[in-house]
């Protein structure tokens, strides 16, 4: 059993994907009950293996392919970290996306490639070894350039052609990074980590340039971080699940795994390349938030927020001590909710008020109250207000930086507040404080009819909220954080 | 008889078959020969995998008065590619090559060409002397040259004409480099051959039969028959001349540098040829890149694609066979050879599709394709994955393999060759994947049945499967080989 189930999880996401894309068009019902059966069926099994988990079990698969390529699904508490977080979103973004695509056209191949690339995510979270990881990383590069180029207009090919400009390459840094290291050391699995003491400093530091470069792209690291804004051209559920779980934070996660599991926190201080990527992450959470500051329309706004707060993680990831790890760590879950959040409620506003340039946001609080609250609640827990999830990260990055004898690091996290107040304020201000446009009509079932729209974002928007609220229970993201690294991330 | 037996005497049969039923039955005659091949090569891999390779002596002759027959790992695993692009191109062939569409010269040519090409293929993938081989490549490359032709426009004969001195020019370079080796040894047998007391003239002797075989096999700097050759044909018979036909030469010419002389194989040597592939997979690859039609991209990139093979020879021949690496990079390189083989005939047999269902030639008329045909576009993107080198196809696991040798070797810069050539090969195959994407209401197509359009789907599909379940076929291909190192990093 103990080797069977990761393969399961992975099937839960991968057997609905080869079904999905031969069924017809018309049969909504039956794609529907597949697609939400895989998905609640995923949660289920994902919530057992938690408690088994916390209770001490672990879970290996191992599939030999060619010698040397092995493939290797394993269980840990990261990977579990990484799990939850997609199977509980998955769930509500299909539900959203259900509802958000209606009657449109091709849904089958939709629905088949999102379920495909949340296999892929699923695969990351479970892969114990490097060359694992590089195989779920690349099918989820080409799984999700269908769903970006989704719409098939001039906008959505321009865009997802610039994704792959910037994902392949990077895979290529990555696939070379991870053939150099081993050359060297053999097949790297995370649970043992490589010996690196025979290598010469300046190949190692070239290696974990090549690494971070490859993983970054999909991270949104300045200078890599170009697509992420394009891609918005994509349908709003595809924003939602690239922006909270999938495509980003399988960056983020890439990074974590790179810094702790291939080359250890030590290793990484020794080589002196830890202030480098801190430097870099800093940077990316300044200049990220500058770009909101300017973007006219809602989703662009939300993207170059995202390619700011994505950031974090890699700080929290560079820093390396263990508060800032539990930070990085429970920003990857409170990312993801307070974005998802933030993701469908511009979907909502763009789909029943016709709302995409922020201007339209202007008194739809008392048009759209749901939404608008939702809205309210991401933002304000993206800028840091206690008790939302957002400020528990900042807190804890802030109090590691300190720990790690990094004191600039706080005035970065001072300044990325500021500036995301400076770019989230006005738009929460909009939707309760001004009036609705002229000639702007919101039809008054704006939201009525929308139920199955509504309903995650209210459930994630409560999540974010929640999650801050209860940070100190053992069950919370931040709790779970805190066992992961007590389990010897850092030792 | 054995399967070793009818895997070459089936295809052999069929073509004569074809020629004696009346045109009408010519099809279902030459379906049957193709199944009973398939077969036989299906059984041969059996008995492959369980026993080992398989010999047969041709009348109980011994070696060096009798011919021997044998089967093995990498023979058979390049005969059961053969057999699976080669029925997926008769069914194609069916709708393709229907008399009221393609004209009755070709429809009725295509039939005992084909089941040649496919004995001509299967008689070298297992034969052992050197002229043997020379005899299998010479029908091989008459027919192939007719097939070019079959279309019968004045570009597919300029084509097919270009080919043919190519062709002819190979062969006499191979046949001089056969009759020096066999003035100097008195012997054309390989095993024997490996046996042998060196001489002074068998560097010259495999420099000619290499020049020869390059050429064959459209190596640059011998490629430029291939792309008009290749595009000129119709589509099912493209399938198999770009898939297949290559592969031949390929074959013969690993053979005779790992198998019958591995000791004439100087490092020098190696890395000239090493040196040339590389050339060839950027060359090909910037080429692909800036053609206006399908079929030049598709055959384009079989020319960059043949590139990676040659660049495995210092990987795994001269001082590299004694290393642990050389297994690697020997079965990375079968392992690009047979997925480039079933994604390339793949991807012609789409071009086939959309040429006759929509009169798409060139990229531009692509648009609107993926909305009108969405099983043969994701057909052609599944062969993409495995030409770029993308997971979890079974181009990935032999680029992994090879530049992991490339490496392990000291030799890194062919690793960015690779590297480079896969992402050349993404740039050059998105652009169809782009225009296939785009919208176009206005698109018209005949209707394509869904098994018509499973054919290159299931041969694509093929490609994928080898990456994924990889661990079978990489000790499949090493069976009979005779390595200083079997075990692998």
Known sequence: MNAFLPVLILMTSLLPAGVIFFIPQASHTLRNTINIGAAVAKLALVAWMLLAVAGGASYESVLPLAPGLVLLLRVDALALLFISLSATLWLLTTIYAIFYLGNKAELSRFFGFFSLCVAATTGLALSGSLISFFLFFELLTLSTWPLVAHKQDQASLAAARQYLMFALPASASLLWAIIWLESYTGPVLFTDPPDLSGIEPWKLRTIFALFIAGVGAKAALVPLHGWLPSAMAAPAPVSALLHAVAVVKAGAFGVVRVVFDVFGASDMQALGVDV??????????????WRALDQG?????LAFSTVSQVSYIVLGAALAGPLAMVGALAHLVHQGLMKITLFFCAGIYDERAGVKKIEGLNGLGQAMP??????????????????????????????????VGAPWVVAVLIASTLLNAAYFLPLVYRLWFLPLGEGVEVSAQAESGAIGLIAPAVVTAAASLGVGLLAASAVSPLGWASLIVARGYLE | MTPLIWLVIAPLLGALAVLVVPARRMPAVALGAAAATLGAALALAAQVAGLGPRTVLLGGWTPPLGIVLKADGLGTAFAVMAALVMSGVALAARHELAPDKAGARAAYGFWPLMLLVWAALNTVFVSRDLFNLYVGLELLSLAAVALVALAGSREALAAAMRYLLFALTGSLLYLAGVVLTYSAHGTLDMAMLLARVPATGDGVALG??????????ALFPFHVWLPP???????????????????????ILLRVWFEAMPDAAGDAALLVMAGLGAVAVIWGGVQALVQR????????STVAQLGYFIIAFPLTGGDSAVKPWSAGAWTGMVFLALSHGLAKSAMFLVAGIWYSACGAQELRDLKGLARALPMSAFAFALAAVTLAGLPPSGGFTGKYLMMQAAFVAGLWPFALVMVAGGLLAAAYLYRP?????????????????????????????AAIILGVLSAEPFSFIKIGKPDAAVEGL
Do not use: N
Request: overall charge positive; some cysteine; charged content about 10%.
């Open chain 2, 293 to 300: 039609k399908i079929k030049l991209v598709i055959a384009y």
């Open chain 1, 297 to 301: 329309e809602v989703k662009k706004r």
């Open chain 2, 229 to 251: 050759a290749h595009a000129a044909a119709p589509a099912p018979a493209s399938a198999m001349l770009s898939a297949l036909v290559p592969k031949a030469s390929l074959v």
């Open chain 2, 433 to 461: 994947l782009a225009a296939l994407f785009a919208k176009d209401e206005a698109i018209s197509c005949a209707p394509v049945s869904r098994v018509r359009q499973a054919v290159p789907l299931a041969l694509a599909a």
């Open chain 1, 370 to 403: 749901w939404t608008s609250v939702c809205f309210s609640l991401g933002a304000l827990g993206m800028i840091g207000l206690p008790p939302l999830a957002g400020f528990v990260s900042k807190v804890y990055l802030g109090l590691g930086a300190i720990e």
């Open chain 1, 276 to 289: 480098p990527l801190a430097l870099l992450a800093s940077f990316t959470i300044l200049w990220g938030s």
């Open chain 2, 208 to 217: 000619l039969m290499t020049a020869g075989l390059m050429a064959k096999t």
